[in-house]
């Protein structure tokens, strides 16, 4: 026993009298659309904080639109009652506004405000370079990413980034609503898991090290602590690929779970996940899927087709030979897409079962015909998505089959540990989340669908 510890009470000084504390996040008086729709405000004066999106002076009254984080808000400029001057103002203008709630379904929200007072918060330096107030940005693609930052202020281009929001947010739910473990991987490594020549190669003080293409050695090695891991985050990849559907860095949706009885447990997982997700669109993402014009896809069920099946139906029933028998060309995939379209009504597709040579030396080997592998791609309306399947678990094969390919395990060893000392049947996938996107909303080019792209001539903003 301490004697003497704390026996005498503490007096509070002057300064600790005068002390203020923090205790937490507090009720503002402005008001958020949500916050006004939910509560009884007809007649009401309230406070609104925004931008000025847009101003139309009618003469006699004037509109002006704020914008703000959940949407567009009307104010009605009347002369004389309002105590200020519309002329003072001009779009981009952050401001805060009172005026008197007024039910109107014309408006935006199906409400207005009938200004009183507005402050000016911020004023823009310079004219705005693209006309966001416009319903569609009438620029090119180009001209949309050189100025990203302002472009996304128009309501429509920002929803699609809602959308994005919203099928990550149901991959984090629905993953832990399974039981999955969140983990965060180095993205700096020695060693890449699908090897190849399409590396970003770097010097990690004085020593050679690469960005990772995609943190599957990680998600394996957890597999043994946590069971089931996922995470959400940038992979990259070095290939001077010039094209609509790829990028050098984008967002990868990773999972990986133990004690699975077949491959066919992660096709079922995300099969779980996409009808979760549709849910959480329908739900809570109602507002830009209107805007956007998206009709959500049916999940209910998805076919699966073995790889060598998939390809003998589309070259039968479209008159198509293709050249590559270990891999499925882009023209291949779309077609089918458009065949399980046409005989099924589906707009997604698992082609499962690809070849040995074509996958990584992790893959689970066909017991059945080692030539293939017990791995899968998820095809949405032609286009992969997905690339999942069962890894092999036992040290001894893994081992084997790096023998068998020629590989050096230089780099590997922590790797290579976690199966020395016992692994779990396990398999995972990794979902390109831009891919994902820009297939739900319907774009053709994936940059439409990256917050800011990365590609072989893009490197800012």
Same mark, same amino acid.
């Given at each position: 026993m301490l004697r003497g510890f704390f026996s005498v009470p503490l007096k509070k000084s002057k300064e600790h009298k005068n002390?203020?504390? =923090?205790?937490?996040?507090?009720?503002?008086? %402005?008001l958020g659309i949500a916050e006004i729709l939910a509560g009884d405000y007809e007649g009401?004066?309230?406070?609104?904080? *925004?931008?000025?999106?847009?101003?139309?002076?009618?003469?006699?009254?004037?509109f002006i639109v704020l914008r703000r984080r959940d949407g567009l808000v009307q104010c009605v400029y009347e002369p004389g009652k309002s105590q200020f001057s519309v002329d003072d103002l001009k779009e981009a203008d952050?401001?805060?506004?009172?005026?008197?709630?007024?039910?109107?379904? #014309?408006?935006?929200? *199906?409400?207005?405000?009938?200004?009183?007072?507005?402050?000016?918060?911020?004023?823009?330096?310079?004219?705005?370079? =693209?006309?966001?107030?416009?319903?569609?940005?009438?620029?090119?693609l180009e001209a949309k990413l050189n100025n990203r930052a302002v472009a996304l202020r128009n309501p429509r281009e920002r929803a699609t980034f809602r959308i994005q929001e919203g099928i990550t947010r149901g991959f984090r739910d629905f993953l832990y609503n399974?039981?999955?473990?969140?983990?965060?991987t180095p993205k700096l490594g020695a060693k890449s898991a699908e090897g190849g020549a399409n590396l970003f190669k770097l010097e990690y003080f004085h020593r050679p090290a690469i960005l990772q293409q995609s943190p599957q050695f990680y998600k394996q090695m957890m597999v043994g602590v946590f069971d089931r891991v996922f995470e959400t985050a940038p992979v990259f990849r070095a290939e001077k690929h010039n094209t609509k559907r790829h990028l050098n860095e984008y967002t990868s949706l990773d999972f990986e779970m133990g004690y699975i009885d077949g491959f066919e447990d992660i096709m079922e997982m995300e099969t779980g996940f996409l009808q979760y997700t549709m849910e959480l669109l329908k739900t809570s993402y109602a507002k830009e899927l209107e805007l956007l014009k998206i009709k959500l896809p049916d999940v209910t069920s998805i076919p699966r087709v073995r790889f060598d099946e998939a390809k003998q139906r589309v070259a039968e029933k479209y008159n198509r030979q293709f050249r590559n028998p270990f891999d499925l060309e882009p023209e291949e995939e779309v077609l089918i897409g458009q065949y399980f379209k046409e005989e099924y009504g589906s707009d997604f597709v698992f082609?499962?079962?690809?070849?040995?040579?074509?996958?990584?030396?992790?893959?689970?080997?066909?017991?059945?015909?080692?030539?293939?592998?017990?791995?899968? %791609?998820?095809?949405? #309306?032609? =286009?992969?998505?997905?690339?999942?399947?069962?890894r092999i678990h036992d040290y001894n094969k893994l081992m084997e089959k790096i023998a068998k390919r020629g590989m050096e395990t230089e780099g590997m060893e922590s790797y290579l540990?976690?199966?020395?000392?016992?692994?779990?049947?396990?398999?995972?996938?990794?979902? *390109?989340?831009? #891919?994902?996107?820009?297939?739900?909303?319907?774009?053709?080019?994936?940059?439409e669908a990256t917050l800011f792209p990365r590609d072989l001539s893009r490197l800012e903003p």
């Open positions: 002390m203020e504390f =923090l205790t937490g996040a507090v009720q503002k008086e %402005d009401k004066n309230i406070k609104v904080k *925004g931008a000025i999106h847009t101003i139309r002076d009618m003469g006699e009254v004037a952050t401001v805060e506004v009172c005026g008197t709630y007024k039910s109107d379904d #014309r408006s935006p929200n *199906g409400f207005e405000l009938r200004l009183d007072t507005i402050i000016i918060l911020s004023e823009p330096a310079e004219p705005m370079p =693209l006309q966001i107030n416009k319903w569609k940005l009438n620029t090119s399974n039981g999955f473990t969140e983990i965060h082609v499962t079962h690809y070849p040995s040579k074509k996958r990584p030396f992790y893959a689970m080997d066909d017991p059945a015909d080692e030539t293939y592998t017990l791995s899968f %791609d998820l095809l949405f #309306r032609g =286009l992969e998505i997905t690339t999942g399947g069962q540990s976690a199966f020395k000392y016992g692994m779990p049947p396990h398999g995972g996938l990794g979902i *390109g989340l831009e #891919r994902l996107t820009m297939q739900l909303i319907g774009e053709d080019n994936v940059r």
